[in-house]
Each structure stands twice: as structure tokens, then as C-alpha cells.
């Protein structure tokens, strides 16, 4: 069966094709071994980012965000259907991310994807988007195999999760306040850097010193598996204060602050993961959502894994940040794992706060 996938839920549109066909059988919690290949079932995904225009608000602005879904949500369909060569009578079911998100940006993509499935009178399927994101790394040349431990971390979460299926999934532990995400954006904005800030503070952190400046790991020894990054970005706050005026000076301040700030962050990350790893006594680490493109992290993380034996996948670089392909490949695994994930009621409920633990045996 050929899958639309729409995503919409922030900054970006994103629309796929994924043919479950191509990919070979499934089975509900089967590994990504033998006859099932899921990243061969991706047949296209196309892509509008937004950054560039709610840059200048320094954030994302929500009621642009919705308006700019409405302009390339249909010339995004037709690239797709294109570039794959299929006319929209070929689609078979839509996914769409129903949430959590912006809840003007999730109804623009919720509303098409309604409209169009219930024209074309096929189904519609509404993913979880972080459900999205802990699937993509099946989108990987090398795909996981179930049971793992992913580690979310995306601009509104960061979670650990123990995940043994599709739809099997457990929380391990979460950040109490801001997600790992949001203090790379925060950090970024104290040091004058654009939006969004994850790859512009990684990008200064590398010309920086390791050990030049020492940030606070929040909750590294709580014996916990729960997170706290507003502090960290407290820390950096009453540093930035302290940074030099003058040039080269300043330029290697800011720069040792960014490694000081992205060194704690991989810190926390890498110690909680490897705790998680330990609790459940799983082998494998799963990272997944914008955080996972981070240059340090996927080095810190592999460095880890190497010494300590552990499988590690990430998703490929360009399915990282939000796309329509993990929302297509989610709707096709939810609709393979189980037929009454096919909904025909068509109504635009979008979930703008959806705890990705109300999907466990949904
Ligand atoms: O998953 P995502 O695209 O959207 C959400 O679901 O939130 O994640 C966006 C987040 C932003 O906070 C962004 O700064 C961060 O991912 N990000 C990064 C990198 N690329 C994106 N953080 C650190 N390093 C990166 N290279
Ligand atoms: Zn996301």
C-alpha cells in the first residue's frame, strides 16, 4: 500500500510516499531482519524549512508557521507525486502528525490530510510526532533491530525510552523543565547566535577549549533517569555576562562558553543513556529528533558505545530534524501492526499535548 505522510507540527512541511510493499513483510515487533527492509519502502520525501523566515523573530512565530504550511502543503504533494511517479489515486492511506505540536500548524496539515483522504475515500491515520521521530532510524541503512533504548531528544522533549515494538513503548525518564533542544536555543540566543541554535552553538563549540569553562551537569547523580536543563542555561546566562568585549578576545570566550555548554549537555545525555542501557539491560541506543544531529553527541555517544559494547543508531543526517518520512513510515508500521489504526471518521482533532506513553496499546 502506497502512504502520504504529512508533517506540519512546526517549522516545517514535510510530505513522503512510503510503498509497504517495497519494504518487504512486516510483523508487529519483528526486527528489522530477513525479508523487511523499511528503508526500501521510502519512495520520496520533500521538504519546505521554514528557518529562514522566523529567524528574524529570533524563535518560531505560530500563526506564520500555519500560514506557511497552507502555501506549500499542495505543491509539496505534487513534488512527491511526481518524483515517485504516482498519481494521488494511488495512495492508499494518510498519515498525518496529529501531534504534539503548534496547534495552528498541526490543523493545516491535519486539515489536507483529512480533505484529500476522504476525496480519494481511503483512510486516514494520525501519528504521534515523536512516535516519528523513535521510528526513523529504521529509515537508516542500517536499521535496529527491537528491543532498544531511545534516547528523544528534539526542541520540545527529551526522553528516554525503553521501546519493544512498534507501539511498545515505555517511559524511563524525562526532562523536568527545558529539553535538550531548547537550552542548545536559549544558549544560542545568550550568545548572540541565530535560529535555530543547535547547529550554530555546535558549530562555535568546536573552535572552543574543552575544560576552558565548567558548567553545572544537572542531575548527573540523581541516580535517576530524569533530566533538568534550565539550570545549565541559568549557568550560561551569568557566564555570558562575564564575556570579554574586546575581539579576538571575546570571539574565543564565546566560543569556549559554546564547548563549555555542549560538553555538559553530551555529558548528561551520554551518562543517562548508558544508565538506561544498564536498568534494562538492553544492548541497544537509539537516538532520534533534532538533538540527534549534533556532531558532539553522535562522537561522544559513539565513543561510548565502542568501549562499552552497545549497538548505537542514529537516524541519516537529512531525517534528524522534522519530516514528512517518519510520519509516513510511522503510519504504515501503526497500519501494518494493526488494521484499526485505519480511521475513516475524518475529523480534524489535532492533539497540540500528546504523551507519547497514551499510544502504549493504543
Ligand atoms: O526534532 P526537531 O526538528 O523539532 C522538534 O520536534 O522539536 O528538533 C529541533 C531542535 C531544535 O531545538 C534545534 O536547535 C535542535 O533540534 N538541533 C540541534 C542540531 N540540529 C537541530 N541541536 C544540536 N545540534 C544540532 N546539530
Ligand atoms: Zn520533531
Given at each position: 500500500?502506497?502512504?502520504?505522510?504529512?508533517?506540519?507540527?512546526?517549522?516545517?512541511?514535510?510530505?513522503?510516499?512510503?510503498?509497504?510493499?517495497?519494504?518487504?513483510?512486516?510483523?508487529?515487533?519483528?526486527?528489522?531482519?530477513?525479508?523487511?527492509?523499511?528503508?526500501?519502502?521510502?519512495?520520496?520525501?520533500?521538504?519546505?524549512?521554514?528557518?529562514?523566515?522566523?529567524?528574524?523573530?529570533?524563535?518560531?512565530?505560530?500563526?506564520?508557521?500555519?500560514?506557511?504550511?497552507?502555501?506549500?502543503?499542495?505543491?509539496?504533494?505534487?513534488?512527491?507525486?511526481?518524483?515517485?511517479?504516482?498519481?494521488?489515486?494511488?495512495?492508499?492511506?494518510?498519515?498525518?502528525?496529529r501531534g504534539p505540536?503548534?496547534?495552528?500548524?498541526?490543523?493545516?496539515?491535519?486539515?489536507?490530510?483529512?480533505?484529500?483522504?476522504?476525496?480519494?475515500?481511503?483512510?486516514?491515520?494520525?501519528?504521534h510526532h515523536l512516535e516519528?521521530?523513535?521510528?526513523?532510524?529504521?529509515?537508516?541503512?542500517?536499521?535496529?533491530?527491537?528491543?532498544?533504548?531511545?534516547?528523544l531528544?528534539?526542541?520540545g522533549h527529551?526522553q528516554?525510552m525503553?521501546?519493544?515494538?512498534?507501539?511498545?513503548y515505555e517511559l524511563?525518564?524525562e526532562?523536568?523543565?527545558?529539553?535538550?533542544?531548547?537550552?542548545?536555543?536559549?544558549?544560542?540566543?545568550?550568545?548572540?547566535?541565530?535560529?535555530?541554535?543547535?547547529?550554530?552553538?555546535?558549530?562555535?563549540?568546536?573552535?572552543?577549549?574543552?575544560?576552558?569553562?565548567?558548567?553545572?551537569?544537572?542531575?548527573?547523580?540523581?541516580?535517576?533517569?530524569?533530566?533538568?536543563?534550565?539550570?545549565?542555561?541559568?549557568?550560561?546566562?551569568?557566564?555570558?555576562?562575564?564575556?570579554?568585549?574586546?575581539?579576538?578576545?571575546?570571539?574565543?570566550?564565546?566560543?569556549?562558553?559554546?564547548?563549555?555548554?555542549?560538553?555538559?549537555?553530551?555529558?548528561?545525555?551520554?551518562?543517562?543513556?548508558?544508565?538506561?542501557?544498564?536498568?534494562?539491560?538492553?544492548?541497544?541506543?537509539?537516538?532520534?529528533?533534532?538533538?540527534?544531529?549534533?556532531?558532539?553527541?553522535?562522537?561522544?555517544?559513539?565513543?561510548?558505545?565502542?568501549?562499552?559494547?552497545?549497538?548505537?543508531?542514529?537516524?541519516?543526517?537529512?531525517?534528524?530534524?522534522?519530516?514528512?518520512?517518519?510520519?509516513?513510515?510511522?503510519?504504515?508500521?501503526?497500519?501494518?501492526?494493526?488494521?484499526?489504526?485505519?480511521?475513516?471518521?475524518?475529523?480534524?482533532?489535532?492533539q497540540p499535548r500528546w504523551p507519547l506513553e497514551d499510544l502504549v496499546?493504543a
Amino acid at each position: 500500500m502506497l502512504i502520504l505522510g504529512i508533517e506540519s507540527s512546526c517549522d516545517e512541511t514535510g510530505l513522503a510516499l512510503y510503498d509497504t510493499e517495497a519494504a518487504g513483510s512486516f510483523a508487529p515487533g519483528a526486527s528489522s531482519k530477513g525479508s523487511w527492509n523499511p528503508a526500501s519502502g521510502l519512495l520520496t520525501h520533500a521538504l519546505h524549512s521554514q528557518i529562514e523566515m522566523h529567524r528574524e523573530y529570533g524563535g518560531v512565530v505560530p500563526e506564520l508557521a500555519s500560514r506557511d504550511h497552507i502555501r506549500r502543503l499542495i505543491p509539496l504533494l505534487g513534488e512527491v507525486l511526481n518524483r515517485a511517479g504516482k498519481d494521488k489515486h494511488d495512495i492508499g492511506a494518510v498519515a498525518y502528525t496529529r501531534g504534539p505540536g503548534l496547534a495552528g500548524a498541526l490543523l493545516t496539515g491535519t486539515a489536507m490530510a483529512n480533505a484529500l483522504a476522504m476525496a480519494l475515500g481511503k483512510p486516514v491515520i494520525g501519528v504521534h510526532h515523536l512516535e516519528g521521530h523513535l521510528l526513523s532510524p529504521l529509515l537508516s541503512a542500517n536499521p535496529p533491530a527491537f528491543p532498544f533504548v531511545a534516547l528523544l531528544v528534539s526542541g520540545g522533549h527529551t526522553q528516554l525510552m525503553r521501546v519493544e515494538g512498534v507501539g511498545r513503548y515505555e517511559l524511563l525518564g524525562e526532562t523536568l523543565d527545558d529539553a535538550a533542544g531548547e537550552a542548545f536555543d536559549k544558549t544560542a540566543k545568550l550568545l548572540g547566535l541565530p535560529y535555530p541554535g543547535g547547529p550554530a552553538v555546535s558549530a562555535l563549540a568546536e573552535q572552543g577549549r574543552h575544560g576552558a569553562v565548567t558548567l553545572p551537569r544537572p542531575m548527573l547523580h540523581s541516580g535517576k533517569l530524569d533530566f533538568s536543563f534550565a539550570g545549565l542555561k541559568t549557568a550560561v546566562l551569568a557566564q555570558a555576562r562575564h564575556l570579554p568585549a574586546s575581539d579576538p578576545e571575546a570571539e574565543q570566550a564565546r566560543a569556549d562558553l559554546a564547548c563549555g555548554f555542549v560538553d555538559a549537555v553530551v555529558d548528561v545525555l551520554g551518562d543517562k543513556s548508558a544508565a538506561a542501557l544498564k536498568q534494562t539491560g538492553l544492548k541497544t541506543l537509539v537516538v532520534a529528533g533534532g538533538v540527534s544531529a549534533n556532531k558532539q553527541l553522535c562522537a561522544a555517544l559513539a565513543a561510548k558505545a565502542k568501549k562499552s559494547g552497545w549497538k548505537l543508531h542514529f537516524p541519516e543526517l537529512a531525517l534528524c530534524t522534522d519530516n514528512g518520512a517518519m510520519i509516513a513510515l510511522a503510519g504504515a508500521l501503526r497500519l501494518q501492526a494493526d488494521a484499526e489504526a485505519a480511521d475513516w471518521s475524518y475529523t480534524c482533532d489535532v492533539q497540540p499535548r500528546w504523551p507519547l506513553e497514551d499510544l502504549v496499546g493504543a
